[in-house]
């Protein structure tokens, strides 16, 4: 009796023999899963735990943000192909709302805020966070709804992210379910023992005041007892205005703040402008790693660099 499968999306008829060496050689009778990841962290989590069977297409790469991004019909075509589509969160990506409406029942939206076991924070407003907003720059507010959406800045939500996403590829594919397993404790120890070395690379820094460019720093701070005392601006879409900066000017010169971070995605101008004359340093922080390549490796990567930064800018 012959056996009709899929080997990359053709279908091949195999006798019964066939199917049997196939089989005892090693090789996977199902295809591999088409998953579409859209920023460089959580592509790296997805990576690493496929590794060995598929590989995840990204979304956003270089300096491209997430804040800001425009599909493109590649990125249409991919997400049109895929068995799934994974996402922070419906209130970060909203690039992906209409190409989303278009799936088929049959493919799943991985949606990492409902991951079970992460520790969310909410957004920090104007008031709370250092600064009262000028009237109609609540854009942050709105498109976050509530939750601050930069949860995969704290290794511990990424061991939780590790676990559902091996769940997910698991129930996709249940033919790799062993393997998916096996690659995501790996990735979980590994995740671990970065925390434990961020830690130590910014021990002694929980005192030290310092402002960044938007608030994306809230979970490494919340993780490592950092001391934030405001963003330059509540939404990276819109220019702070005169009273806001004048408002951080003042900031800065109060408590003496030590750093000033910028991120890579946007001009550094306001962050020179903002420290000349002052003792505050300058600094960049990254929320995705623009400049790191994509891959396994690439959270570790980032948060080694954003950690490094902030000592690096605290401590000197």
Same mark, same amino acid.
């Given at each position: 009796?012959?056996?009709?499968?899929?080997?990359?999306?053709?279908?091949?008829?195999?006798?019964?023999?066939?199917?049997?060496?196939l089989l005892a050689c090693g090789v996977s009778?199902?295809?591999? #899963?088409?998953?579409?990841?859209?920023?460089?962290p959580i592509h790296s989590l997805a990576a690493a735990i496929l590794d060995g069977v598929a590989q995840p297409k990204l979304l956003l790469d270089g300096a491209a943000s997430p804040h800001s991004y425009a599909l493109k019909p590649s990125d249409a075509q991919a997400i049109g192909d895929a068995d799934a589509v994974i996402r922070v969160s419906k209130n970060l990506e909203v690039f992906l709302e209409k190409a989303i409406e278009t799936l088929p029942a049959s493919a799943r939206v991985i949606d990492l805020e409902q991951t079970p076991g992460l520790t969310l924070l909410p957004v920090r407003d104007a008031g709370r966070f250092g600064f009262r907003d000028e009237p109609g720059h609540d854009a942050h507010h709105h498109h976050e709804g509530g939750?601050?959406?930069?949860?995969?800045?704290? #290794?511990?939500?990424?061991?939780?992210?590790?676990?559902?996403?091996?769940?997910?590829?698991?129930?996709?594919?249940?033919?790799?379910?062993?393997?998916?397993?096996?690659?995501?404790?790996?990735?979980?120890?590994?995740?671990?023992?970065?925390?434990?070395?961020?830690?130590a690379t910014l021990t002694g820094l929980s005192g030290e005041p310092f402002i960044v460019f938007h608030d994306v720093t809230q979970y490494f701070e919340a993780?490592?007892?950092?001391?934030?005392?405001?963003?330059?601006?509540?939404?990276?879409?819109?220019? #702070?205005?005169?009273?806001?900066?004048?408002?951080?000017?003042?900031?800065?010169?109060?408590?003496?703040?030590?750093?000033?971070f910028s991120e890579p995605e946007f001009p550094p101008k306001l962050?020179?402008?903002?420290?000349?004359?002052?003792?505050?340093?300058?600094?960049?922080?990254?929320?995705?790693?623009a400049a790191i390549p994509a891959g396994p490796d690439h959270y570790f990567a980032l948060m080694r660099a954003d950690a490094g930064s902030l000592a690096a800018c605290l401590k000197s």
């Amino acid at each position: 009796m012959a056996w009709i499968t899929k080997v990359l999306g053709v279908s091949v008829s195999w006798g019964a023999g066939a199917l049997a060496l196939l089989l005892a050689c090693g090789v996977s009778s199902q295809a591999a #899963p088409r998953i579409v990841v859209t920023i460089k962290p959580i592509h790296s989590l997805a990576a690493a735990i496929l590794d060995g069977v598929a590989q995840p297409k990204l979304l956003l790469d270089g300096a491209a943000s997430p804040h800001s991004y425009a599909l493109k019909p590649s990125d249409a075509q991919a997400i049109g192909d895929a068995d799934a589509v994974i996402r922070v969160s419906k209130n970060l990506e909203v690039f992906l709302e209409k190409a989303i409406e278009t799936l088929p029942a049959s493919a799943r939206v991985i949606d990492l805020e409902q991951t079970p076991g992460l520790t969310l924070l909410p957004v920090r407003d104007a008031g709370r966070f250092g600064f009262r907003d000028e009237p109609g720059h609540d854009a942050h507010h709105h498109h976050e709804g509530g939750i601050d959406v930069h949860f995969w800045l704290d #290794p511990l939500n990424a061991v939780a992210m590790t676990r559902e996403l091996a769940r997910q590829f698991s129930g996709m594919d249940p033919e790799h379910a062993a393997q998916y397993l096996a690659n995501a404790q790996k990735l979980e120890a590994r995740l671990m023992s970065l925390d434990a070395e961020l830690r130590a690379t910014l021990t002694g820094l929980s005192g030290e005041p310092f402002i960044v460019f938007h608030d994306v720093t809230q979970y490494f701070e919340a993780r490592y007892g950092l001391n934030g005392l405001g963003a330059i601006t509540l939404s990276p879409e819109r220019a #702070p205005g005169a009273k806001r900066l004048a408002a951080i000017r003042a900031k800065i010169e109060e408590t003496k703040a030590i750093c000033v971070f910028s991120e890579p995605e946007f001009p550094p101008k306001l962050v020179q402008m903002l420290t000349m004359g002052t003792k505050a340093k300058q600094g960049v922080l990254d929320e995705v790693g623009a400049a790191i390549p994509a891959g396994p490796d690439h959270y570790f990567a980032l948060m080694r660099a954003d950690a490094g930064s902030l000592a690096a800018c605290l401590k000197s």
